[in-house]
């Protein structure tokens, strides 16, 4: 019976790897434009580096639909994992300054985003597809919180290594993390599916059959996943536009993260007891207040405020993306559909940092910092209009 299943029982298989994924990946995120500056980089070409993590990522989500189709999640983890592991090694290559050693990074950071997006789909089908419907949303959210307290802990675990074999001690913990992880999804059994079915479907096809719950759920999947990576940019900002110091800075950063990753459990039972609306709407309402509002922090004090309200919002969201993507998702062709889906929210990703930095550019930073609060706004308007209820269909 389906109340028979317990989330535990799937901790080993999904959830654990996608703790120590997050954490091999939390413990590279900070240090990757150190190391291209390291490199001889400067500045504005370390920053293009980092970018390579989510061209890896937008690269590679429809091609790990068809992977995760054919050969199963299980093997696909498992050759994210190996991907990943060679990715890290890359990185750890120092060949000093010059532009073959930068060349020979960014693909190294390419890679790691490759691996990344491999990773997030397949561990995201495996739910799904063993989760009873009436959990999945609790199962999803507490996925996406799982990665997230990875991440969290990864940059200090990474800081530590640091301490006794300098930036490459970074490193170490991430390979460190993924080889742990690879070693938990080995034990992982393969879902029994029909891969032959599965397999007719494409991409084209896909598009072709539900192109209407792409342009309408999934933009306001996209709109949300836009402000979720903005609010990664702009405390930083700000903190450096009031004048703090890069310590205060990244202190109230982490106390957002720390607010961020202990939220996730309760949004997806309210979820699954309530509907999807009550956690999307208002995790993104909560989102764009907490942008209009920082442009009157004029110190530590309200800035912490502020993004401990930015994270509470984005905690809650916690699964949301997946758990929709999930909702909409087709008995066969899944992974192909995910992959899709996966590859709106990365778009969103990387469209969000820009119109930060276009109305900053026009108009100044805390204009800059408002407009991507109305993107929060406008996230909300389209999940309140588009996301199904419980008693009706999503368009086809």
């Known amino acids: ?50 970018a390579l993590l989510g061209v890896g990522s937008l690269l590679a989500n429809i091609p790990a639909g068809i992977l995760a189709t054919r050969f199963g999640e299980r093997r696909s983890m498992l050759l994210a994992a190996g991907v990943m592991v060679v990715g890290v090694l890359i990185c750890l290559v120092d060949l000093g300054d010059g532009p073959w050693s930068l060349l020979l990074y960014g693909g190294g950071v390419l890679l790691i985003g490759v691996a990344a997006a491999v990773y997030s789909l397949a561990r995201q ?52 993390a993924i080889l742990a992880a690879a070693v938990l999804v080995f034990r992982v059994p393969d879902l029994a599916l029909d891969r032959a079915a ?16 792409y342009a309408t759920l999934g933009a306001g999947v996209l709109l949300l996943s836009a402000i979720r990576q903005t609010r990664q940019t702009v405390v930083p900002l700000w903190a450096a536009h009031i004048g703090l110091s890069p310590t205060t800075s990244s202190i109230i950063y982490g106390v957002a993260g720390a607010v961020d990753a202990l939220t996730f459990y309760p949004a997806g039972k309210v979820m699954d007891r309530h509907g999807r609306r009550w956690v999307a709407v208002p995790a993104t309402l909560v989102l764009g207040a907490s942008f209009v509002v920082m442009p009157l922090a004029d110190g530590a004090a309200l800035l912490t405020v502020a993004a401990m309200v930015m994270g509470f919002g984005n905690g809650i969201g916690s699964g949301i993306v997946m758990t929709l993507g999930a909702d909409v998702s087709p008995a066969v062709g899944r992974p192909t559909h995910i992959g899709i889906w996966n590859e709106l929210a990365d778009i969103g990703t990387g469209v969000g940092p820009l119109v930060l930095s276009a109305v900053t550019a026009l108009a100044g930073l805390g204009a800059g910092v408002v407009a991507s609060g109305v993107v929060g706004f406008a996230a909300a308007a389209v999940l309140w209009r588009f996301i199904p209820s419980p008693h009706r269909k999503a368009p086809q």
Do not use: C, N
Not at 25 to 49: F, M, Y
Not at 137 to 158: K, Q
Not at 198 to 212: D, E, I, P
């Open 1 to 50: 019976m389906v109340e028979e299943f317990r989330l535990r029982s799937v901790a080993a298989a999904a959830y654990g790897p996608a703790a120590l994924f997050g954490l091999s990946e939390g413990a590279v995120l900070p240090v990757v434009a150190l190391s291209a500056i390291d490199r001889g980089a400067s500045t504005s070409t370390a920053a293009l580096i980092a």
């Open 125 to 176: 089908t495996y739910l799904t597809e063993i989760v009873p419907a009436h959990m999945r949303a609790r199962a999803l959210s507490t996925l996406g919180g799982s990665m997230r307290i990875g991440v969290f802990l990864g940059p200090f675990a990474g800081a530590g290594a640091m301490q006794v074999a300098g930036l490459p001690g970074a490193y170490y913990v991430s390979l460190a």
């Open 198 to 213: 599965a397999s007719a479907v494409t991409t084209r096809g896909m598009l072709k059959q539900r192109w209407r719950v």
